[in-house]
Antibody, heavy 120, light 108 residues
């Protein structure tokens, strides 16, 4: 069974940093594209970033480009999102998602998410 | 950037009725990389349809997707009580992999 468990969320001040992690199990992590998708309280879904299996392809939403960095450690079956220069509008639940294969960027499996709150 | 629009914003229906959702794209979605997701309150979204018309594993056959290019449709043939939720479309053919704003289905 595919399992994605996010961690690392919390309360951070504007301008601060946070690193999210996603522990993957139940599949061969190194074979799949992975994504981060967020949802602000009471709002819709927003795609944040995607990474291919060997990190050769990486994409970011304009809203986070230059501030967030996606990475992965295939030996540890883990996906990361380093978030710097955080703003109030980054407040959201951040979901780790898995695609159906490499280079296909849909979110076929979802973690429950971790809440990031940016507030002074 | 491909902008997705969904209509209507809200659909008020009764159990047993047919629900039809539209998702329009500002540009053609490559290779029909269009997905539909269902989200219930307090839960993570769940994939319903991928590739515009293929049902995900475990999704009942009352859910169906159709369309290509810039116009896509999700249909629920007969609403069950558990289908009252928010439905999102997403294109994942070209970055940024945008979502639509969602359609809420509530009980009439």
């Amino acid at each position: 069974e595919v399992q994605l468990v996010e961690s690392g969320g919390g309360l951070v001040k504007p301008g601060g940093s946070l690193r999210l992690s996603c522990a993957a199990s139940g599949f061969t992590f190194s074979s799949y594209a992975m994504n981060w998708v967020r949802q602000a309280p009471g709002k819709g879904l927003e795609w944040v970033s995607s990474i291919s299996s060997t990190s050769s392809f990486i994409y970011y939403a304009d809203s986070v480009k230059g501030r967030f960095t996606i990475s992965r450690d295939n030996a540890k079956n883990s996906l990361y999102l380093q978030m710097n220069s955080l703003r109030a509008e980054d407040t959201a639940v951040y979901h780790c998602t898995r695609g159906p294969s490499d280079y296909i960027w849909g979110s076929y499996f979802w973690g429950q998410g971790t809440l990031v709150t940016v507030s002074s | 950037e491909i902008v997705l629009t969904q209509s209507p914003d809200t659909l008020s229906l009764s159990p047993g009725e047919r629900a039809t959702f539209s998702c329009g794209a500002s540009q053609s979605v490559s290779s029909s990389y269009l997905a539909w997701y269902q989200q219930k309150p307090g839960q993570a979204p769940r994939l319903l349809i991928y590739g515009a018309s293929s049902r995900a594993t475990g999704i009942p056959d009352r859910f169906s997707g159709s369309g290509s290019g810039t116009d896509f449709t999700l249909t629920i043939s007969r609403l069950e009580p558990e289908d009252f939720a928010v439905y999102y479309c997403q294109q994942y053919g070209s970055s940024p992999f945008t979502f639509g704003p969602g359609t809420k289905v509530d009980i009439k």
